[in-house]
């Protein structure tokens, strides 16, 4: 089959295109899916530069968020499987991890999985949004909604709103009924953030954020901040916060270990919660929102397989609003 596959860590000329990579046959308690879309996202980009105490197994086909259509399956499997448009949930069953890391992913035509890791898709979901769903909104869903419980009538802050996570912060957090400050880095992002449903939009290059927020807030702080940048960006979110406000983590992309400011935090009550990942029933209840046009996945472009690289690129490069999707077949 054709496949789009990593052969060692380092830059993207590491990448490489092949018409014959073996055709993956399932197991007994598998199923073969037909690979219609696959998203991207900035893992990929970690297991290609190579992360410390995480090997990864080379060559390596990336790719987490993977939708299509089941066309075989093993003897234990459910035969009503077969012929069935799914989502694949990435987190893998038999090993920690996830697909495109610790197992082969999507920007390929065809993948085995176990029965386990299926959703099904309604016909009113489109591959290419399912393929946005299971790590980027899949980890915004659980921070914002299970860990965070944003309501209505919240006025929230968002740091990199642009990406595949910040876009479905964005979505989700209007769902919910609250006031979103979107926060990105050009003129063009921020345009696009305000079609999205953002009530304010903040540059940080050129505004301090905080200090926007604290105003927009009316000098009560926010209720809530998404922050999972790290860095430099983390006092000034934890100043932003009104009294017993909450601030949202689930990764750190300018830097684990950021100076902090105890001060805020116990003389406004804060609440840090962090957020891991996702589980099934975030994948679930975002198809179900997907499927009543609740949130629609913002895809920035769609790539054919030949040219998946550029998609790695586009993305690495911040010249993306929203996710990239592969689609092996076109």
């Known amino acids: 089959m054709k496949a789009f596959y990593l052969r060692a860590h380092g830059g993207n000329d590491q990448y490489e295109n092949t018409d014959d990579w073996p055709d993956p046959k399932p197991e007994v308690d598998q199923v073969l899916v037909q690979i219609h879309a696959c998203g991207l996202n900035y893992l990929d980009i970690f297991v290609r530069r190579g992360m410390p105490d995480l090997p990864v197994e080379m060559p390596r086909i990336p790719g987490s968020d993977i939708s299509g259509i089941v066309v075989d399956a093993g003897g234990a499997v459910d035969p009503d499987w077969v012929g069935r448009r799914v989502l694949i949930d990435p ?62 009538g919240e006025l929230v802050l968002i740091l990199g709103a642009s990406g595949g996570v910040g876009t479905g912060c964005v979505q989700l957090a209007k769902s919910a009924g609250a006031k979103v400050i979107a926060c990105s880095s050009s003129p063009e992002k921020l345009t696009a953030l305000e079609t999205l449903g953002a009530d304010y939009v903040v540059n940080y290059l050129e505004e301090d954020f905080s200090k926007q927020a604290w105003e927009i807030s ?50 406004r009550e804060a609440n840090i919660l962090g957020s891991n990942g996702w589980e099934r029933h975030d994948l679930t209840e975002l198809v179900q929102k997907v499927s009543e046009r609740r949130i629609i996945p913002t895809i920035h472009k769609t790539y054919r397989l030949k040219d998946a690289v550029s998609a790695v690129a586009d993305m690495e490069n911040r010249k993306i609003f929203g996710k990239v999707i592969v689609v092996p077949h076109a």
């Not at 035509?109 to 980027?136: G, H, K, R, S, W």
């Open 218 to 267: 009316g000098r009560k702080g926010v209720d809530v901040i998404i922050n999972y940048t790290g860095g430099d960006t983390w006092v000034p979110s934890i100043r932003a916060l009104r009294h017993q406000g909450r601030l949202l983590t689930c990764g750190a992309t300018a830097g684990f270990d950021p100076k902090t400011d105890l001060r805020y935090i116990w003389v």
């Open 91 to 152: 987190r893998l069953v038999k090993q920690r991890g996830a697909l495109g890391e610790h197992a082969n992913g999507g920007t390929c035509e065809y993948i085995c999985v176990e029965e386990q890791m299926l959703i099904p898709l309604p016909d009113n979901v489109t591959f290419e949004q399912a393929a946005a769903l299971p790590i980027a909104y899949g980890t915004a869903h659980r921070m914002m909604i299970t860990r965070g419980q944003v309501k209505q």
